[in-house]
């Protein structure tokens, strides 16, 4: 079984020619590391990431950031990718079993590990995946860097703490040591002023950075931050194995093209 792509065309180009271009241009952009990694590393250090997943004309630049850091670390075995489920179907947390189609190949779903995931909250729910960006977008980046990947994709439609921990607690169990990156998939604040934007995300980016999810949470609801997939952050942050945060790159859409209201856009590393 193989899922199709939903958004190419629409977040990213529907050609592997155009898609593969893009993802070169986000490296080299100004608001991108500059350069396009070259040489893989080996000291698999890196246990999650945070990464945007808006269209590549606007969070592209970021998210290379992290992938860059990704490659220059050493490839994982396997990407545990989770983001928010934007359409509110499917199960509390929702596995899909089918393989993940792009223009630029098929990422194949790790079925042994994502047995082992499921339970308690987490389920099987292909209906959950059918028009969510926010994995699909993740996977070509991945798949410019690497072509043969295994992942398992889990997508959120229940945020609180509760939730991740229990998703953060079966991830350590199921993958303790083994060479596994947990993706977290997240936009920041979303359409308001460029300013207060920066303002409040700045105040997330610090409970992830220090590894604080239950703050993390906590301050999401005091703040009124509307962060979109801040319960895959909490579940990588208490899976990651007590790995510390990196920001690696924050921008907004503003800093694309000027715009009234913006979307804050962060790039993490946990090590």
Not at 139 to 149: M, R
Not at 213 to 237: D, H, R, T
Not at 261 to 267: C, D, F, M, T
């Amino acid at each position: 079984m193989v899922r199709k792509p939903a958004v190419a065309g629409q977040f990213y180009p529907a050609s592997e020619k155009s898609l593969r271009k893009k993802i070169q241009e986000s490296f080299l952009h100004d608001l991108g590391p500059g350069k396009v990694p070259d040489k893989e590393g080996r000291l698999h250090n890196i246990k999650g990431i945070v990464v945007p997943h808006a269209g590549y004309d606007y969070s592209g630049p970021v998210a290379a950031h992290a992938y860059k850091a990704v490659y220059e670390d050493g490839k994982p075995d396997l990407f545990i990718i989770m983001g928010p489920n934007h359409r509110g179907v499917g199960a509390s947390v929702s596995i899909a079993k089918e393989n993940f189609k792009t223009p630029i190949g098929t990422a194949k779903v790790d079925e042994e590990v994502a047995d082992q995931l499921v339970g308690g909250v987490i389920e099987y729910n292909e209906t959950a995946h059918m028009g969510e960006h926010s994995l699909e977008v993740q996977l070509p980046f991945i798949q410019y860097l690497w072509d043969d990947i295994k992942m398992v994709p889990l997508s959120f439609n229940i945020q609180n703490y509760r939730t991740a921990k229990k998703v953060g607690d079966r991830i350590r169990r199921v993958v303790d040591e083994k060479n596994v990156l947990v993706v977290a998939s997240t936009d920041f604040s979303h359409y308001v002023p460029k300013n207060i934007a920066e303002k409040k995300d700045k105040i997330a980016v610090n409970k992830i950075i220090n590894n604080d999810p239950e703050g993390l949470f906590q301050i999401i609801q005091k703040e009124n931050i509307s962060m979109c997939g801040y319960g895959p952050v909490m579940a990588m942050m208490i899976g990651s194995r007590g790995s510390k945060g990196r920001l690696l790159k924050y921008a907004t859409s503003g800093d694309i093209m000027a715009m009234r209201e913006v979307v804050g856009y962060a790039s993490l590393a946990f090590e």
